[in-house]
């Protein structure tokens, strides 16, 4: 009889937007981070400033109920700084991440030749 384990490293998913403000957004992410779970992702959850942590924390408990890993890492996405701080925060946290997904909503005139980091 031949006994088979499945030794590939564990699938990184970068969430940015699944703890947001805006209550869409919130709800998409929160959505995608839960899927990623489900099919056995552990997921890096970012949080921006004045996020509750009660919310970071309510969704960590969901992934783990999943069996997967999660993290929250901090990072205001409108600085440059900390949103280039974010995959490497990721890595120490739980691994490189194979899959990075940024949810986000914001209403404004904005198109693909106006829109810049500062304003997502």
Known sequence: MT????????????VAGALGSAADAASIGRALAT???????????QRSPGTPRAAADALVADVAAL????????????????????????????GRPACAVFVSACAGADDAHTV?????
């Open 3 to 14: 006994v088979s384990a499945d030794t590939s490293p564990p699938r990184i998913a970068l």
């Open 35 to 45: 899927a990623f779970a489900r099919r056995g992702w552990d997921v890096a959850l």
């Open 67 to 94: 069996g997967r890993r999660a993290a929250v890492l901090d990072a205001d996405l409108a600085l440059e700084a900390d949103a280039a701080a974010l995959v490497a925060a990721c890595r120490a946290a739980l």
């Open 116 to 120: 810049d980091g500062a304003s997502l």
